[in-house]
């Protein structure tokens, strides 16, 4: 039995500095800040989502500064998201390149996949970011301070190293509803709910790849979206049915979720559409207020003291 997954919904991060973030975010990126919070199991650290004006599921990029916290500097390998790649116009690749190196990126031409251009940087925490041109994607993302023909769309895919591939398909394949869309150099990519950008995961085999530690500048998992609590639950009781780990159900505030690994240890999420950032502040003030669930509200005066000073437009 596989399950209705739609696609991505948010990949999220541990970074260092909040300023640093909002800064690489909104104003390199050109993305919009849909929600500030905090971490939901740590009150002390923001939780920034980043993504289109509605901050609609598949556009999401989330982060933890976790900076001063006592996280160490992460490593990247197996078990993890190496790369989160955000989908742009055809065309737009030599734009980015001159905005992106004009302000003190660094950047290199992303490692070739299949046929998509690709631009690849890092974030000040050291986090691989890609910009893949996907002429076919429709959205239209968040267009502040960089116009419709360069805008990020939302997401295109992750990258995810695991040693030894075939368990990771064979769960991605019949739990989840991936398929296998192409496979080239060490590189599988498995699309769900669709073939293009927004639903596609590419697993990365490497034999010899060290296993990945958590913490700063590092992924710490992708989520995937699913339209109902109903279909939720019934992936989470067909995990428990094959005796899979899996979290129960966690309220978000803005979507639920369930937490489980896949076979080659990435964290991987599946979170309801609903109720989406509107929830709790009006469209057009999205992400201006700390916005805080109602179970953490009583502790608001304490949560701001300990929070770190933040500016952005
Ligand atoms: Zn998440």
Same mark, same amino acid.
């Given at each position: @039995? ?11 991060? /541990? ?23 905090? #971490?939901?199991? #740590? ?19 989330? /982060? ?9 500097? $992460?490593?990247? $390998? ?8 955000? %989908? ?41 970011? !890609? ?28 990258? @995810? ?12 394949? %019949? ?7 192409? *496979? ?22 490497? *034999? ?9 500048? /590092?992924?710490?998992?992708?989520? @995937? ?17 094959? !005796? ?12 639920? %979720?369930?937490?489980?690994? *896949? ?51």
């Amino acid at each position: @039995m596989t399950h209705p997954i739609l696609g991505l919904h948010h990949v999220t991060a /541990t970074v260092d500095d909040a300023q640093d973030d909002l800064d690489f975010c909104i104003d390199l990126l050109g993305l919009r800040l849909v929600k500030k919070t905090v #971490n939901f199991d #740590n009150h002390h650290v923001y939780h920034f989502y980043y993504g289109d004006e509605q901050g609609t599921p598949g556009t999401l990029w989330t /982060t933890f500064p976790y900076k001063g916290k006592g996280v160490p500097v $992460g490593e990247h $390998g197996a078990g993890q998201i190496v790369a989160t790649s955000f %989908s742009v116009p055809a065309g737009s690749l030599p734009f980015w390149r001159t905005r992106l190196e004009s302000r003190g990126a660094q950047v290199v031409t992303g490692r070739a996949r299949f046929s998509d251009q690709c631009l690849a940087l890092r974030d000040p925490s050291g986090l691989v970011f !890609e910009l893949i041109e996907a002429a076919e994607d429709q959205r239209t993302g968040w267009q502040s301070t960089i116009g419709p023909e360069a805008a990020i769309r939302g997401l295109h895919s992750v990258s @995810m190293v695991v040693r030894t591939p075939g368990p990771t398909v064979e769960f991605m394949t %019949s739990v989840l509803g991936f398929e296998v869309v192409a *496979e080239a150099d060490g590189r599988i990519r498995m699309g769900v709910g669709g073939r293009g950008a927004g639903h596609l995961i590419d697993v990365l085999h490497d *034999e010899r790849a060290t296993p990945a530690k958590n913490g700063l500048g /590092t992924v710490h998992h992708v989520a @995937m979206a699913i339209d109902s609590e109903d279909q939720q639950l019934q992936l989470r009781q067909d995990l428990l049915d094959r !005796e899979w780990k899996v979290t129960e159900v966690r309220d978000r505030q803005y979507f639920k %979720s369930i937490y489980f690994r *896949e076979p080659g240890g990435v964290l991987f999420e599946v979170a309801t559409l609903r109720p989406g950032f509107a929830v709790d502040e009006p469209l057009r003030s999205l992400g201006r207020d700390l916005k805080l669930p109602p179970w953490e509200e009583p502790h608001r005066t304490d949560i701001e003291a300990g929070l770190p000073d933040i500016t952005y437009a």
